[in-house]
């Protein structure tokens, strides 16, 4: 059977619909990524012991109010910072009276070692600072060992 030709072959596509359907696979391409990224910086190790010192810390979590939230990482920009020894996170956190960032500065020894906290301050929108946890023992807070 022969059938009749199309006088466009059934793989042509125009270039306004490559246009449209390649912006779709680059917005989706990027919006996993950035799924990802976000995935992996929540589950590490730094991130976790860092929420967990807002969580016990009564002045943060006053000078916030309650129920708190935890917001995205903003990606682009210094503040965010992860190498094999040294990691920085500027982590978006608010609550019923403020909001504010999660400033977190943690190391560790080597590539396959734990990470430890080494400072953690709230930030809230009107410059107010709360140091949460400080390595130097400072305000008296220790992070809990594993």
């Not at 990524?33 to 991130?47: H, N």
């Not at 600072?129 to 060992?145: A, H, R, T, W, Y």
Request: with cysteine; glycine share 8%.
């Amino acid at each position: 059977v022969m059938w009749p030709k199309h006088p466009r072959s059934r793989m042509s596509m125009s270039p306004a619909k490559m246009i449209i359907y390649g912006s779709v696979l680059c917005t989706g391409g990027f919006s996993l990524a950035y799924f990802i990224i976000q995935k992996t910086y929540s589950r590490s190790l730094y991130y976790q012991l860092a929420l967990e010192q807002l969580q016990i810390h009564p002045g943060a979590q006053e000078a916030l109010g309650p129920p708190v939230s935890v917001h995205h990482l903003k990606l682009t920009g210094k503040d965010n910072f992860v190498d094999i020894a040294d990691a920085k996170l500027k982590i978006p956190v608010s609550g019923s009276k403020s909001e504010g960032h999660l400033h977190v500065h943690s190391t560790r020894s080597g590539p396959f070692q734990r990470w430890h906290l080494d400072e953690v301050f709230l930030e809230l929108k009107d410059g107010q600072q709360i140091p949460v946890f400080n390595l130097s023992g400072e305000n008296g807070d220790e992070v809990k060992k594993a």
